[in-house]
């Protein structure tokens, strides 16, 4: 009799202490989890902050869009690099086209002075008469203004699509973040909506280009760029 009361006592422990057990394992399994609910997107916010840190501002991070979307990623990761590759090609030529610009406004005016104090003072270098002089030097001077003329529409025409490359990687950004919220998928209208606008900014941007001057600037068009 006691070894049976003995036995009953030791099958109770051992019931009470495996339900402890298993109270404790679902008291650490998340609610969600519990539910088979599944668990809420990461945040960019949280993914990208050493990336935003390092900008000082907001940025999206190829790591976001490789957790959110894996391999369906790739296409967004090539046009926001493609478009980010382009977009800094422009604004390193807007620069040096605005500086041509300020360089030759230099220019002109120098010799619009030139001109004028040489017929002014109706002095002409020896050996060359002096409308000969005066010829000469409005003629480089209508040179040099038409150059000036068209590095100024070609910094338009470099910031212009700057601007629209720069809006266009949002935009990508912004829905592709939008359908990792939802969790969905990147479909292929999207990315051929994408791929459409871009080309319509690098086709008109070439247009915008080529017409800026009447001196040909293959250097610009090539693969690299």
């Avoid at 997107?41 to 050493?50: E, H, Q, R």
């Avoid at 359908?179 to 941007?205: K, P």
């Amino acid at each position: 009799m006691n070894v049976t009361v003995l036995l009953r006592k030791v099958l109770l422990a051992v019931l009470v202490l495996a339900g402890a057990t298993q109270a404790l394992a679902q008291d650490g399994t998340p609610a969600g989890a519990r539910a088979g609910v599944s668990p809420a997107p990461l945040s960019f916010v949280d993914v990208c902050a050493d990336k935003s840190d390092e900008r000082g501002r907001l940025r999206y991070c190829d790591d976001y869009f490789r957790q959110g979307l894996g391999a369906a990623a790739d296409p967004v990761l090539y046009l926001r690099d493609r478009i980010t590759t382009l977009r800094a090609s422009q604004e390193a030529n807007a620069e040096d086209n605005y500086e041509s610009f300020l360089t030759a406004v230099a220019i002109v005016a120098f010799l619009s002075i030139a001109t004028m104090v040489l017929v002014v003072s109706e002095r002409r270098i020896p050996g060359v008469a002096k409308w000969s002089s005066v010829t000469s030097a409005l003629a480089l001077l209508v040179i040099i203004a038409t150059m000036t003329v068209g590095w100024l529409d070609k910094y338009r025409a470099e910031d212009a699509a700057m601007l629209e490359f720069g809006l266009l990687r949002d935009q990508v950004e912004a829905e592709a973040s939008r359908i990792i919220a939802a969790g969905g998928t990147v479909s292929e209208s999207d990315i051929r909506r994408w791929s459409d606008r871009m080309h319509e900014i690098g086709r008109r941007f070439a247009v915008n280009y080529g017409d800026a001057s009447i001196v040909p600037d293959l250097d610009r068009f090539t693969p690299s760029n």
